[in-house]
């Protein structure tokens, strides 16, 4: 069955942060960047922000990484999870993902990701300007196609 | 600590001394936060006899309970220091977006004081508790980006958040600003001046410390409320879609207050060149939210066509765009940009720069400043080609520029010529507003503003906007008339509510555009917030009292150095100039009549403008009300001094 995925769509972020801080207040209960799943990325002197979170592969290599079996596939969202009572803190998987999308916790001494809050990511929720989106594949690159030819019809018109 | 981080931390340059000190609980709940805790600092620690730019005087940072958490756009950070800009030099604060103020709360401090004068230049790299005083003399002259860019590389952090003041602040152009975040200003007041007189080029920050929260599931709840709130509101959608330029057009035509050649008039037939839609689809590059916003209305733009094609720069807001617009006879929105990207990258406010430029036009037009004044320059409005060499003129106190980059008031005070056309209230530059059409209640804050002529003293927004929320003014100040912008009914009891509520939010630090402009949030939803936050709870009334008590001192800050009901004047031309054309001809600002019933609305005594002390006491200031009697009788005695000159 198809799964909704996170997308990202830089050129609406605002690079104001509000996903760091729903995630981390929700997940973790307390505010800071460090403890959130989802964190932007700023270059200020450009005016760009590049909002960056797990892309939940489906070939994970983090989850070759990890020694331990601490990292599996969420069956309902698809999402790859990281157990963190199996979770030995090598910091395996922090090296492995090619984005760099795993942290590390500063208390628990266990790595962390995002984990799609169970199928309703409230990054996405409360991001003000739609930058984030929860959807499925398809559909997105759908919208995404009749965004892109809407303009022809509006040249032709 | 729940909110609160409970701690300050003290930079003294001269000693290179590093001390932490404990903020009791008991006065975090009497001064609330930022704004509160510096304006109190200041009070007890600057006194009158300390020049702005002596090693004495004090440069605060203070964030709040709320600042670094999920409450909507929350990550404020106020500047509070004895302003070089006033005459006399007075109080001065400044409130900076970005995202630097939510770092300061992350490194665990609720405030950061700066003291004492470096021998060389020096730059400051806090990284949670530890504080390096780092070598600056090579940053010495770099504009703010360069310095950023610099910053970063040698510490090899790119995530480092960083307040940064340009060759202005380092040549002490009074009304130097201090960026953060590259273009994000503590514009007013001279922050930056007072930065670059205690040779501090730099504050870079890094902070790894969460916020705990004492209710997280509440405080999610309460804030996610409050978060819907802002998304279904127009004036936040708005703000979203043209940031404050949305303003122009309205400011041109419909409500005429636009400050056309130093407030000559208040509208131009071509105004619609600056509104923001034209700026929304021809120079928006980027819509820019400070720290945890749910608005947005930060720019970023870049100009594609013309002398200055491929330019970017974050802004232009409203101010900047009118200040070095308009004001100086400007419509050009590219030639605007461009000098908004100046002021920026040299760092000054773009508000004086333009007020000064704007009283040196006027000036030369009416033929109080001749050629041999200005090293020959022919000063012509909207003359971009001038404009351009002038501002980098003051930058860097070249020939006439060193005039100019003292301000307007002491420009006039230097020449001794064109003192009327000094758009100036306590010696510091009018905001781009004009209360002859603007608003009567915006003119109260004027003409009494904390930092002289200044929108943010209360922005009464509820003459402006208030009308959109059916039923808000009525259930505030018990009549719907006073929605009426050119009304007088309530109007001091709406500036007085709008700078209660002000002072509060810039404590929290919640941008003022949530509950000032756009009245999503409102002072209950404050409470809610910051009473599951920390743990503490405070009711609206409560806040309030605490938003009053601010303003109080910060007044009495004025008083001690003899200013009071004297110098709360607004430039003679909003009193005595009717607006000569567009939708407001004809208005003055009725003073005279307002500035009395604002005092008696606020407790202070009309003859000297002074807080009664009964007030000072029912807002548990009793020390301050003793403080104040030998205030008092010396500034009777200047009242008498100056009716006895008149006469």
């Known amino acids: 069955m198809a799964q909704k995925v996170l997308m990202v769509d830089p050129s609406k972020c605002t690079g104001c942060r509000t996903c760091e801080m729903a995630c981390s207040l929700y997940n973790e209960q307390k505010c800071s960047p460090v403890l959130s799943g989802i964190r932007i990325i700023k270059f200020e002197a450009k005016g760009m922000n590049f909002p960056t979170v797990c892309s939940h592969c489906s070939k994970p290599q983090c989850m070759s990484a990890c020694p331990a079996g601490a990292i599996v596939h969420d069956k309902v969202t698809g999402a790859v999870i990281i157990n963190e009572t199996d979770c030995i803190g090598c910091h395996k998987c922090l090296q492995s993902c090619p984005f760099g999308q795993i942290n590390f916790h500063p208390e628990k001494e266990a790595a962390f990701k995002c984990h799609l809050c169970g199928g309703d990511p409230v990054c996405v929720k409360y991001c003000p300007s739609g930058a984030l989106t929860y959807v499925f594949a398809d559909e997105y690159m759908m919208s995404k196609r009749r965004e892109l030819n809407m303009k022809f019809t509006v040249m032709e018109g | ?647």
């Open chain 2, 1 to 647: 600590m729940y909110g609160y981080r409970g701690k300050r931390l003290r930079v003294d340059l001269s000693s290179k001394k590093v001390t932490v000190e404990e903020i009791p609980v008991g006065h975090l709940k009497k001064w609330l936060g930022g704004r509160g805790l510096n304006s109190e600092l200041l009070y007890r620690e600057v006194g009158p006899e300390v020049e702005p730019f002596s090693p004495e005087n004090r440069l605060v940072f203070g964030v709040g309970p709320l600042t670094g958490t999920f409450a909507p756009s929350s990550g404020r950070c106020t500047v509070t220091t004895k302003s070089p800009i006033q005459d006399p030099p007075g109080f001065g604060d400044s409130n900076m977006g970005g995202h630097w103020g939510a770092e300061l709360k992350y490194t665990g401090h609720d405030q950061l004081i700066i003291q004492g004068k470096a021998e060389s230049p020096v730059y400051l790299y806090i990284h949670n508790d530890q504080v390096e005083i780092r070598d600056a003399e090579h940053l010495w002259g770099k504009n703010i980006p360069q310095t950023d860019a610099m910053i970063k590389e040698e510490l090899n952090n790119y995530d480092i958040h960083i307040a940064i003041i340009g060759p202005a602040g380092e040549n002490r152009v009074r009304y130097a600003c201090m960026m953060s975040d590259v273009y994000r200003a503590a514009g007013r007041c001279g922050m930056g001046a007072v930065m670059g007189s205690k040779n501090l080029k730099a504050v870079a920050l890094r902070g790894t410390t969460p916020v705990e929260i004492a209710r997280p599931k509440e405080f999610f709840k309460i804030c996610a409320q409050a978060r819907e709130k802002l998304k279904q509101d127009l004036m936040a959608q708005m703000l979203y879609d043209q940031g404050t330029l949305l303003l122009t057009m309205p400011a041109n035509y419909e409500q005429g207050w636009l400050c056309w050649r130093n407030f000559q008039k208040g509208h131009h037939p071509d105004g619609r060149l600056l509104s923001g839609e034209n700026h929304r689809d021809n120079f928006l590059a980027h819509r820019e939210g400070c720290f945890a916003c749910s608005i947005s209305c930060g720019r970023f733009s870049k100009i594609s066509k013309g002398k200055y094609a491929g330019e970017i720069t974050g802004g232009p807001e409203y101010e900047t765009l009118a200040g070095i617009g308009p004001r100086i006879g400007l419509l050009d929105p590219a030639s605007i940009i461009h000098n908004n990207k100046l002021v920026n990258e040299l760092g000054m406010d773009s508000c004086s720069c333009g007020a000064a430029i704007a009283w040196a036009m006027e000036c030369y037009e009416k033929g109080l400043l001749t050629q041999e004044d200005t090293d020959g320059l022919v000063l012509k409005w909207g003359d971009q080609e001038l404009i351009d060499k002038l501002i980098k003129m003051i930058a860097s106190r070249r020939g006439f520029g060193d005039v100019l980059a003292e301000g307007a008031h002491y420009a006039a005070k230097h020449f001794n010529r064109g003192q009327y056309y000094t758009m100036t209230i306590k010696g510091h530059d009018m905001s781009q507003d004009d209360p002859r059409g603007l608003g009567f209640a915006f003119g109260i804050g004027f003409a009494t503003g904390r930092r002289g002529g200044d929108h943010l003293q209360g922005l009464p927004c509820l003459e402006l906007t208030g009308g959109f929320y059916p039923g808000l003014v009525k259930k505030i100040l018990g009549t719907s008339e006073a929605e009426d912008r050119l009304s007088k009914v309530k109007k001091p009891e709406m500036e007085k509510y709008s700078e209660d509520v002000k002072a509060v939010g810039d404590c929290l630090t919640q941008c003022s555009f949530t509950h000032s402009w756009s009245f999503a949030v409102l002072p209950e939803d404050m409470a809610k917030m910051v009473s599951s936050a920390t743990g503490i709870d405070f009711s609206a009334d409560e806040l309030l009292k605490i938003g009053g008590r601010i303003v109080h001192l910060e007044r009495a800050y004025w008083n001690r150095l003899l200013v009071g009901r004297l110098e709360d004047k607004s430039p003679r031309r909003f009193t005595e100039e009717p607006m000569p054309d567009g939708p407001n001809k004809g208005v003055l600002f009725p003073e005279d009549e307002l500035i009395p019933l604002y005092y008696q609305v606020r407790g202070w005594d009309n003859e000297t403008g002074f807080p009664k002390a009964e007030i000072l006491k029912e807002y548990d200031l009793p020390q301050v009300a003793d403080e104040l009697e030998k205030y008092r009788t010396r500034y009777l005695k200047k009242i008498n001094n100056s009716a006895e000159c008149e006469s």
